[in-house]
């Protein structure tokens, strides 16, 4: 038996209009989901982004209760081809890019933060391969 891969990874953030504007205005991420003032869900590849406001997923009574607080990292990947794109795309939104780290076989990463202060990156193909 194996996992497969992560299909939904969690954020939780304070504002989510601020998470839309971002997310879907600024990365180009598609909407597949959104309840006012609960959560906002973005398609990423072939994974979901949820982002949801942490005191209203505390207080669920359908689902186990979930929420969370600080800032996390996350990682999206990319073609190698489409790397130098996505940098000038984030730099293009006014996005700061926080750092650009060299690693093995001559690749690298960048990082930026989302408006809730999350820690993102963007990574080639063959990063962990």
């Known amino acids: 038996m194996n996992v497969l891969k992560i299909k939904e990874t969690c ?13 879907h205005g600024k990365l180009g991420f598609p909407i597949i989901g959104k309840v006012e003032g609960r959560h906002i869900f973005f398609r990423a590849g072939s994974s ?3 982002c949801f ?4 997923t505390r207080q669920d009574t359908n ?3 979930h929420y969370g607080s600080g800032h996390l ?8 081809q489409e790397y130098q794109l996505w940098k000038e795309k984030i730099q293009q ?3 700061t890019i ?10 690298h990463s960048f990082y930026f933060r989302d408006p809730d202060g999350h820690l993102l990156e963007i ?3 063959g990063i962990w391969e």
């Open 11 to 23: 954020l939780y953030v304070s504002d989510l209009q601020k998470s839309e504007d971002f997310y």
């Open 48 to 50: 979901v982004l949820l």
């Open 53 to 56: 406001i942490a005191e209203k």
């Open 63 to 65: 689902l186990p209760p």
């Open 73 to 80: 990292h996350l990682a999206f990947e990319v073609s190698p």
């Open 93 to 95: 939104a006014g996005i």
């Open 98 to 107: 926080e750092h650009e780290q060299a690693w093995k076989d001559d690749l």
């Open 123 to 125: 990574v080639p193909t």
